[in-house]
């Protein structure tokens, strides 16, 4: 398995390039899960995108194949887009698009305002800018002191989709990972979170950028990405009816069409 070398840690990715030869220069997309993930929630988006751009996915720290960073380790907006230019910088990707979803799309919007020399385009799904506007976020200790991990990973299954939105293995595969997820990790993201506050810099972003909504995340209000849309310079916002929080993996295929063709025109 492919790694990237960190300070902190090894970060686990993936490239994947199926681009055919008369494809010349195809670009590269970097995908980005958020809390509680790993990179196979992408999986569904692949078949749109790899007969034209290459693809690189990655477990993000703590996730997956990716290492823990440790007690010592403080998360920070600067440590996190680090570990995506490590990643890029490890998968020999100069410039590339960026796809963000929750905490990864929030993470996005930081890089973007970092590093916008790096990034051809910003496609974040389900994401904020300011964490004071987020709901239910606050409550996850509680829930995961009351009723331990398999309960927190049971009330997440539920904020992110409507019952029946995925077939029986697909459920149970992500609760599976849900439950196997650190709680530390989980909750040091989402102090993060609650902290970020990036909504008045948006207008400092000038790449273009595709917001995928979700049409009743328990989390992030259809306003809010509104809010963002109206802020950002070069922004197109779609929403998704009959989807929560787990828009990503629940309408991947939609997604994925929505992202190729705002791809496509870039």
């Excluded at 008045?200 to 595709?210: K, N, S």
């Excluded at 787990?246 to 705002?262: D, I, K, W």
Aim: hydrophobic share 45%; with cysteine.
């Amino acid at each position: 398995m492919p790694f990237a070398e960190t300070p902190t840690g090894r970060l686990h990715f993936q490239v994947l390039d199926a681009v055919p030869q008369w494809v010349t220069e195809p670009e590269t997309v970097l995908f980005h899960h958020g809390v509680a993930a790993n990179l196979h929630l992408w999986s569904r988006w692949i078949p749109e995108l790899a007969d034209r751009y290459r693809i690189v996915r990655f477990d993000t720290r703590g996730y997956g194949g990716s290492a823990a960073a440790g007690k010592d380790f403080e998360y920070t907006f600067e440590a996190l887009t680090d570990d995506v230019l490590a990643v890029a910088d490890a998968a020999d990707t100069g410039k590339f698009h960026f796809v963000g979803e929750s905490m990864g799309g929030t993470i996005g919007v930081a890089l973007a305002l970092r590093a916008p020399e790096r990034l051809h385009s910003l496609i974040l799904s389900n994401a904020a800018a300011r964490g004071g506007q987020i709901q239910n976020v606050d409550g996850w200790r509680a829930i995961a002191d009351g009723d331990g991990a398999s309960g927190w990973a049971r009330q997440m299954m539920e904020w992110r989709f409507y019952p029946d939105m995925l077939d029986r293995e697909v459920y149970d595969w992500f609760k599976g990972v849900h439950e196997a997820s650190s709680m530390d990790v989980n909750l040091a993201l989402a102090d993060l979170l609650l902290q970020a506050d990036f909504m008045q810099q948006l207008e400092a972003i000038d790449v273009p950028t595709l917001l995928l909504v979700p049409e009743a995340s328990p989390f992030i209000a259809l306003d809010l990405m509104a809010e963002m849309r109206r802020r950002l310079p070069q922004a197109e916002l779609q929403v998704f009816a009959h989807s929560k929080h787990g828009l990503p993996l629940s309408h991947g295929p939609q997604c994925a069409a929505v992202a190729r063709n705002f791809l496509d025109r870039q």
